[in-house]
Every structure is written in C-alpha cells, then in structure tokens.
C-alpha cells in the first residue's frame, strides 16, 4: 500500500508571513487522515511546523501517521526549510513515541498546576518585593542572553534565537518596565536579595516568564520560594491555574516542578533537515 499526501487548498500566505497547506493523508487514493503544515512566524521560512496531523480511527497503528510525518518532512524540504518542529499533548502517548521514533528531540515542555483559594506562605525569613526600575534594565539583559543561550544550546542558531527573544520581549513587554499585569519580582532572605520573578497573566491562566535564583545562592530553597510566591501571586489575581515553560535537560528546575505538583501538559519537539 502506498501512503501519499493530497493537497486539499492552494499554498497558503499569512498576514504574519508564513505559509501553510492542508493535505489529505491517503492509502491508495483513500483519505485515511489529515496533515496541516507550515512556517514559523517567529523563525521564518526556514522552519516548518506540523501544525497538525490525524489518521482516522480504522487506521490506526498501522503505520500512516508515521509515513505521513516522513512525507511532510519531505514537504518541508522542497520548500527550503532546515529544521521542522512539532507540539505534542502530553496525554498524546502514541504521537509522542511516533515523534522520537523519527528523531525528533524534546527541547521543551509546558508544566501547570492548579491554583486554590489560598495562597502559600513564604519560609521565614523570606518576602519578597517589587523590582525597581532601575534594577529592571540590568535583569531584562541578563535574561535574554541567558535564554539565547538556552535556545542555541538546543538546536537553534544564534541568529534565529535572538530574534525570537528580541520579538518575544516587544510582544510580551510593549511598555517595558510599565506593562500591564505583569510582575516583576525581587525575593529577599534575611535582607539579602537571593532571586527574581517575572509573572503574569496568559491565556486566563497565571504564567511564569522567568524565575532565577542568584548564582550564588543556590542549593538553598530558593527557587522553591520563588515558586511559591508565583504561585501566591497568581491566587491574588484569581486565576485557576498556573503554567510555566522549561527546557530539555533543565534537572534541578524538573525536579523541582515535579516535586510541587506540575503536571507536563504539552512537548515541543524539532528535527533537522539537513
């Protein structure tokens, strides 16, 4: 049996940039499924991404939705790109094992937890305060080198990993220090400054954007603390739910999530193309 791709519209151009087409996944000229493929807005055209991809109940464990992936990538290639990328819920078992088989690698995942009706305590000795805006500018560099860092560390060129964070921060922060609902952060223990947070409001739900313990103050409880407070700040603005991102390899941060119930919600996985 030969599986095929079928385009169901002509090649699609975004307002954003990106393109993308929707394909029908076919067994002998027979729709079994469907396959939606595109570009990245933030990485261009040089980055495809399954958007997405489901094979029809009766053809199932049958192998189409992996011949359908190796299908796409070829897609993907004849439209230039080096890389493709693809996000998996977590509950979504099969598809994940399917993405590994293929080489796709995890380069990070979405964990949440529900929030109650109270908000945690900090440990004694700790409280936490504003950030000033003079401490702001400093912090706001630090973090963007160091999440270029996490991105180049994973694949992704230094190039495309700046102006993800250069876009990330006017989209996320387009009055800077003064942004609405957004939190910044210092956490003090016994007078001295061990931490910082960054929160807000997404998608209804309370997201941490950053949280950082001093270097040198680490190994100590702190990035509990600081997770505690985020937690705490998204009861205070009465959302039910809190969610955060952490990348591939990240022990300490997993295990600390884990340790305070997190759940991993969604995988974001890439390959190359080359």
Not at 107 to 125: Q, S, V
Not at 129 to 154: C, K, N, S, V
């Amino acid at each position: 049996m030969t599986t095929t791709l079928r385009p169901t519209e002509p090649l699609q151009q975004e307002a954003d940039g990106t393109r993308s087409r929707r394909y029908q996944v076919c067994v002998n000229s027979r729709p079994v499924g469907a396959i939606h493929l595109g570009t990245s807005a933030l990485f261009g055209d040089a980055v495809a991404q399954i958007r997405d991809l489901s094979i029809e109940e009766p053809d199932r464990r049958r192998g189409r939705g992996t011949v359908a992936a190796l299908a796409a990538e070829e897609v993907a290639r004849g439209w230039g790109c080096k890389r493709i990328e693809a996000s998996v819920p977590a509950e979504a078992e099969t598809a994940l094992r399917m993405a590994t088989n293929l080489g796709y690698v995890v380069r990070n995942r979405h964990m949440e937890k529900p929030l109650g009706d109270t908000a945690p305590e900090l440990p004694a000795g700790s409280r936490s305060r504003p950030m000033t805006q003079e401490e702001y500018g400093p912090w706001l560099a630090h973090g963007t080198e160091d999440f270029i860092l996490d991105w180049t560390e994973r694949g992704v060129p230094e190039a495309e990993a700046r102006t993800k964070a250069l876009q990330g921060n006017a989209e996320m922060l387009p009055d800077g220090f003064a942004t609405a609902d957004m939190l910044f952060s210092v956490l003090e223990h016994e007078g001295t400054r061990v931490g910082t947070l960054w929160t807000g409001p997404r998608d209804g739900k309370a997201f941490v954007y950053d949280v950082e313990a001093d270097a040198r103050h680490r190994g100590k409880g702190h990035g509990r603390t600081l997770m505690l407070l985020a937690e705490a700040q998204g009861v205070a603005a009465g959302l039910p739910t809190i969610r955060l991102n952490v990348f591939a390899g990240n022990t300490p941060a997993e295990r600390l999530y884990e340790s305070l119930g997190y759940e991993t919600v969604t995988y974001h996985l890439y390959k190359s193309l080359l």
